[in-house]
Each structure stands twice: as C-alpha cells, then as structure tokens.
C-alpha cells in the first residue's frame, strides 16, 4: 500500500489589532519618552523614533491642535482645520507633542515646527486663491457693449470719409470684417434714427435741423442719406444671409448605454426555450422580429428609411407604419419562432402572411417581450 503524501498546513497569519501591535511595541521601545531638563541629541532622536512607531497621523493632528491651543492660536488652530493629514509634518507633531508634556526640547526643533506650520497654512492659501473665482470679470452684456462701442466707431470713421470712398458696399465690409450677426440689429439700432433726422433736415420742416446741418449743400445731404440708408440696408442684408448659411448645430450623440437605460424587454422564456438578442443589435437595423410570451403575438417592425430603428425610452422608433405588423402566433407558437430564428430574408418576408389574426402593433417593448431576431 503506497505510503499518503503528508500535506503541510499552511501556517496561517494571524493579524493583530492596534492595540496589540501598541503592546507589542510597548514592550520593546517603552513608555512615551519623558525627560527632565535638557535632551541630548540621543535622547532626541529616541524619542522621535518612539512616536514615529506608536503615533498615527490623526494623533499628530490632536498633538498640534494642543500645542497651538496651550498658546491661545485659536486663528491657527482654524486653518489647522483645512490642512489635510498627508501635509501634516508628523515630526513636527512629535516636537509639539514633547513641549506640551513640558519637555525641554533643542531651539532649532521649535523652529522647525513652526516652519512646517507656516508652510502647511501657506499651502492652504495658496490653494484657496487658486480656486477662487477671478475678479472683476466681465460680463458678457459689457463685452458686447464694448465690442459694439468699436465697431461703431469704424462706421462714424467711414462716414467721415464717405466723400472719398468711390463704389464702397458696406456689405463686404461686415463681410471682411467677420461682424458677427448680433452686431447687426446693434448698427441698425443705431442709424435708423440717424436717417430719420436727415430726412427731416432735407423737408426742411423743423428750423433747429435745418441749423445743425447748415454745412451741408443739399448734393452733401442726399449723398449723406443715401450713405448711411446704405448702412442700415446691408447689415439688414448680412444678418439675413448669414442666419440663412449658418450652420445648423450638430444634435449631440447619445451614449448607447442612455439609450438602453429605461429599455425593458425578457431576457430569456424557459417554456418556449428561447432568449433575446443584444438589444443594442437593434439600433441601426432595418428589421426586428420580436415575441410577446404572455400573449403569443409576433411582431416585425421594418425601418422606413436607411437609418435604421431606432430606440427611445421602452419603444422602438424610426419604423414603417405600414410594412410593421403584430400577429397572433394561435395555436402554433413554437412553428413560428422557429421560422423566424432559422428563415432566411424570403422567409421572413412571407412568414407574416401565414397568420390571420392581426393585433395592434407593438411597438413598445416590455418585459414579456422577447426580442427574436434583427435583420
């Protein structure tokens, strides 16, 4: 009889909690360090080497909140308050830990703590002023004044110079210029009045016109209407045609996860042995042959363009209203599924037609409904 092979027992680890492995370490470095009068540089490096291995970073921030509490820092102590524990010195929190049980620590060690809570209060700053919202921000009301202001000012530099400017079309100045179309109602705005003056002045009905535009000869005044008549007309102009070749926006595309997100269907039906496809197989396709397990109905929605059907909430769109179809299966459900799952595209066009008795369509797809096949 063959001798059994002796299986060794893995050793198991045995974890042991903090309060153990504090015992553990109490019997091998000691109680918290405690000096009278003035430490040594041995005695110093000690003691931070005790902490190091029987303190945790939430006990070197209650050890600094004592420190700067002892001292009356209550301004301190709130921004120790925001300061996350990995930018907390732990060997500064041992220093202040030892001063608060009224050890006499060497004077570059006070320092050093200090340095390292100036440090950790300025990065806090500095983070604070980094998310802070800039100042004096301008709003988009005031960037479309100040940029009406300018283009504005181009125009009153035209008219001064209309006398020169043989064959000039404001048009292709909008147009070099690339003015967006909210600034063309603006310009508008701005000259109807203007027109509306100088047609007065050219009547001369109102006396205190005809001073004011005294400089003019009455060749100057028509030239001047026509001028700016021109303005108002081609920015009319530039904003009609330019909304009329604006592109339209691009509809954002739907992860097909959010399509599926409230779609409902069976997954599987063990008294007919049969299961659904991927749903996201439907998206795209121009046929979806599905079966209705409660009441025996088969259903083949047919897309009614080259997108394909599509999914919204639990019902399938983009479909044919008159080539889709619902039917009841009667008495010969297991036949027809069968067909659709192994037919082919000339079965499939037929299949329909070898049913008599027609349901409302179905188009929603719910949790009794299997979805068979997609062509």
């Known amino acids: 009889m063959a001798r059994r092979a002796v299986i060794r027992k893995k050793h198991k680890t045995i974890r042991k909690t903090k309060s153990e492995t504090y015992l553990v370490n109490v019997k091998y470095l000691g109680d918290e360090p405690s000096f009278k009068g003035e430490m040594s540089k041995v005695e110093y490096m000690q003691a931070l080497t005790w902490y190091n291995s029987m303190c945790t970073a939430s006990e070197a921030r209650e050890y600094l909140e004592t420190y700067l509490n002892n001292q009356a ?38 320092n050093f703590l200090e340095t390292k809570l100036t440090e950790s209060f300025t990065r806090i700053k500095e983070k604070e002023e980094k998310t802070e919202f800039p100042k004096n921000v301008i709003s988009i009301q005031d960037r479309i004044k100040e940029k009406t202001h300018d283009i504005i ?42 027109l509306q003056e100088l047609i007065e002045v050219s009547e001369g009905k109102d006396e205190q016109l005809k001073e004011a535009y005294k400089v003019y000869s009455k060749k100057q005044l028509k030239e001047f209407i026509l001028f700016v008549n021109m303005i108002i007309e081609d920015a009319e102009r530039y904003a009609s045609n330019t909304k009329k070749v604006r592109k339209p926006r691009k509809p954002r595309t739907v992860s097909v996860e959010k399509r599926l997100k409230n779609f409902k269907y069976q997954k599987e039906d063990n008294n007919f042995k049969i299961a659904s496809i991927n749903p996201e197989k439907i998206l795209g396709a121009q046929e979806l042959w599905a079966f209705n397990t409660k009441y025996k109905t088969l259903t083949v929605l047919r897309a009614n363009n080259r997108d394909g059907l599509q999914i919204k909430g639990t019902s399938i769109i983009n479909y044919d209203e008159q080539t889709s179809v619902t039917k009841r299966t009667g008495r010969k459900p297991e036949y027809f599924i069968e067909r659709v799952l192994k037919g082919g595209k000339i079965v499939l066009k037929k299949l329909m037609d070898e049913m008599d008795k027609q349901s409302p369509l179905a188009y929603r797809i719910n949790e009794n409904t299997i979805l068979l096949k997609v062509v």
């Open 153 to 194: 000012g181009d125009i009153e530099g035209l008219i001064d110079e209309k006398d020169t400017l043989n064959d000039f079309s404001f048009y292709d100045w909008l147009q070099t210029k690339e003015v967006p179309v909210l600034y063309s109602s603006k310009i508008v705005e701005k000259y109807v009045p203007l």
């Open 73 to 110: 820092r209550s301004a301190d102590l709130k921004k120790l308050k925001n300061v996350p524990d990995k930018w907390i010195n732990k060997t500064s929190a041992w220093i202040a830990r030892m001063i608060s049980r009224g050890i006499s620590v060497p004077e570059d060690s006070r």
